[in-house]
């Protein structure tokens, strides 16, 4: 089992920034993908970033290229999200999630584990 906790959200005025972490526990994640998504209510939950853990190769989705960065940081077993230039429409309940996938999956159905979730809000 891995549990992951994440932590770092809050409120923002558009064109800020924040950091969300997620600290990871439990079995090691060192071969896993690490991946962040995001919830809003009556959406589906949606692919944001995601790294693998041995190597720190990175992928994310076109809304967000450019703003946001996905790092780890091995010795203290979490994954950041750094956010910049906000948007209202970054909104969000932001969740962490671990996958045993040999690629990088960008559906909720590619990760075994997730966090339970911290929320952002960007204001316009």
């Known amino acids: 089992q891995v549990q992951l906790v994440e932590s770092g959200g809050g409120l923002v005025q558009a064109g800020g920034s924040l950091s969300l972490s997620c600290a990871a526990s439990g079995r090691t994640v060192s071969d896993h993908i690490m991946g962040w998504f995001r919830q809003v209510p009556g959406k589906a939950r949606e692919f944001v970033a995601a790294i693998r853990w041995s190597g720190g190769t990175t992928d994310y989705a076109d809304s967000v290229k450019g703003r946001f960065t996905i790092s780890r940081d091995n010795a203290q077993n979490t994954v950041s999200l750094q956010m910049n230039n906000l948007k209202p429409e970054d909104t969000a309940v932001y969740y962490c999630?671990?996958?045993?996938?040999?690629?990088?999956?960008?559906?909720?159905?590619?990760?075994?584990?997730w966090g339970q979730g911290t929320q952002v809000t960007v204001s316009s």
């Open positions: 999630a671990s996958s045993t996938s040999p690629i990088f999956p960008i559906s909720v159905f590619g990760y075994d584990y």
